[in-house]
C-alpha cells in the first residue's frame, strides 16, 4: 500500500507561479513513475506532467516550457512536485497526484489551482 498526501494549490493571479507537492510513503518498489492529471469543470481528467524514477519526464503540450516536474526521496518516501510558472486562467482545476508501480496504481485526493484575478 502506498499513501498520497497533497499540499499547496490555491488561488493565483494569471502569470503568477505556484508549487504543488505530494508525499508518497508506504510499500515502493525500486521502479516507480508519479505524475500530476488535473480536472476541469466539465473536462475530462487529462495527464499534466508525468516523472520515473529513472528521472525521465514528460508534459502535456500546454503546459511544456511552463511547468516543471521533478521527484525528491529521502529515506523510503517520495515526493513529487510541479513547478507551475506563468499561469494561466486555463490552468484552472483540481489537481490531483498519481502514483503507479507494477500494476499498482494510486492517487491523492486532490488540490484545486485557480488562476483568476
Known amino acids: 500500500q502506498v499513501q498520497l498526501v497533497e499540499s499547496g494549490g490555491g488561488l493565483v493571479q494569471p502569470g503568477g507561479s505556484l508549487r504543488i507537492s505530494c508525499v508518497a510513503s508506504g510499500s515502493i518498489f525500486t521502479r516507480y513513475t508519479m505524475a500530476w492529471y488535473r480536472q476541469a469543470p466539465g473536462k475530462q481528467r487529462e495527464m499534466v506532467a508525468v516523472c520515473t524514477s529513472g528521472a525521465l519526464t514528460d508534459y502535456a503540450d500546454s503546459v511544456k516550457g511552463r511547468f516543471t516536474i521533478s521527484i525528491s526521496r529521502d529515506n523510503n518516501k517520495k515526493t513529487v512536485s510541479l513547478q507551475m510558472n506563468s499561469l494561466k486562467p486555463e490552468d484552472t482545476a483540481v489537481y490531483y497526484c498519481?502514483?503507479?508501480?507494477?500494476?499498482?496504481?494510486?492517487w491523492g485526493q486532490g488540490t484545486q489551482v485557480t488562476v483568476s484575478a
Open positions: 498519481h502514483f503507479k508501480e507494477s500494476v499498482y496504481t494510486y
